[in-house]
C-alpha cells in the first residue's frame, strides 16, 4: 500500500505555491529513478502523476493517481528491490519540500499538519476503496466510482467548473488503474456516455448525471473529506437543471470522433 499520499486543500495549496524549490517535469517521466534524498516530499502543483507496479512481462498497473494538491515521497520506491515508480502522466510542476521546511511550515500553519495526517489517513482509504473495485465491482461499476472520485478529489482543489473538469488521461491510463483491457475500457466508456451519465473524451470529463452515476457506482464520497464532500454533494442533489451533453462516437481505436446534442438532467 502507498504511503506519504496527501491532499492538500485548496487555501494551503495556493500558500505552498509560493515555495521557490519547483521542478517542471515532462509526461511520462519516472521519478522514482532519480537519486534522490529519501527525508524530501513532493508536492503536485501542477498536472498528475500516478504511482504504478511493472509485473516482469511488461504489464504495468496503477496505483494510485496524484494530482494537484497530492503529497508523496519517494522512500518506498528508492529502497534496494523497489516494486512500484512514481511517474508522471502529463507535464508536471513539483514543489519539493525538505521534511524540515514543512515542519517550519507546520509550525506556522496549523492547519497544514492537521491537513496532512487527516489526508494520509483519506489516502488509505481511496487505497480501499481502488482494491474493492478490482475485487467486487464491475468493469461499469468501477469506472463510475473512479470517474465520481477524480472529480469529487478535483473539484476540493478547486480544478472544476460545474459539471466538468480537465482529466489530462488517455483512456489506457484509466484501463491501467481499473484492471481492465484497452477494448473493456472503450466499451464501458462508451456505455457510461449512452447512458447519459458522463462524458470523457478529448481530456476532458463532462457530468450528466451524477447522482446515477454515483448510484450505479456505489459511490460515497465520505471516504475522501467529509466537510468539503458533503457540500459537493449537497450542491449535486439540489440541482436540478439542463445541461447540453455531447454526444461522441467511439470508433473501436477508443478515440473519439463526430459530436450530437442531447439534453440531460443532473
Known sequence: MCRSFATIPAMLLRQLERIPAQRDLPARYDLALEDEPQAVTYMVVAGFACRYGVLPRGRRQILAYLVPGDCFDLGPCLKEGMDHFVSTLTPVKLARLPRSHIGERAALLPELGDALADARRRAEAIAWQWLLSVGCRTALERTAHLLCELFTRLRAVDLTTGLQCELP??????????????????????DIHRREWATFAYQRLLIHDFAALQQIAGFDPQYLHPDRTNLLWRSLEERATTIPA???????????????TSTVRV
Open 169 to 190: 488521461l488517455t483512456q489506457m491510463d484509466l484501463a491501467e488503474a481499473l484492471a481492465l483491457s484497452a477494448v473493456h475500457m472503450n466499451r464501458t466508456l462508451r
Open 246 to 260: 455531447t454526444g461522441v462516437a467511439y470508433p473501436s481505436d477508443g478515440q473519439p470522433c463526430g459530436a450530437s
